[in-house]
Nanobody, 124 residues
Framework: QVQLVESGGGLVQAGGSLRLSCVAS????????MGWFRQAPGKEREFVSS???????YYADSVKGRFTISRDISKNTVYLQMNSLKPEDTAAYYC??????????????????WGQGTQVTVSS
């Protein structure tokens, strides 16, 4: 079992930055692909970014060049640095984990563990 707790969300003006954190417990993240998804009201949950257990990083086209995912295995923590935020980035952001993922997966159903989410609101 893996427990995930997100933090770092909040209200920010367009063009601003936020850093989300996801602390994992129960298992070491070194064996998991760790991902971030987001869900805006009335919309489906969508892939934002992931870092594979091998260290490879992947991004949705909508955030490429603005968001950076990273991990600190010693702290069992994954981060999502979000820069140049736009109102359309407003959503609840969820941390997720998938054990020894062998191919990049972009759908929520492919991930086994989820955090409770943290709200990000970007004002125009």
């Amino acid at each position: 079992q893996v427990q995930l707790v997100e933090s770092g969300g909040g209200l920010v003006q367009a063009g601003g930055s936020l850093r989300l954190s996801c602390v994992a417990s129960g298992r070491t993240i070194s064996s998991y692909t760790m991902g971030w998804f987001r869900q805006a009201p009335g919309k489906e949950r969508e892939f934002v970014s992931s870092v594979s257990w091998r260290g490879g990083t992947y991004y949705a086209d909508s955030v490429k060049g603005r968001f950076t995912i990273s991990r600190d295995i010693s702290k069992n923590t994954v981060y999502l640095q979000m820069n140049s935020l736009k109102p359309e980035d407003t959503a609840a952001y969820y941390c997720t984990a998938d054990f020894l993922q062998t191919v990049v997966k972009y759908t929520p159903g492919a991930y086994e563990y989820w955090g409770q989410g943290t709200q990000v609101t970007v004002s125009s």
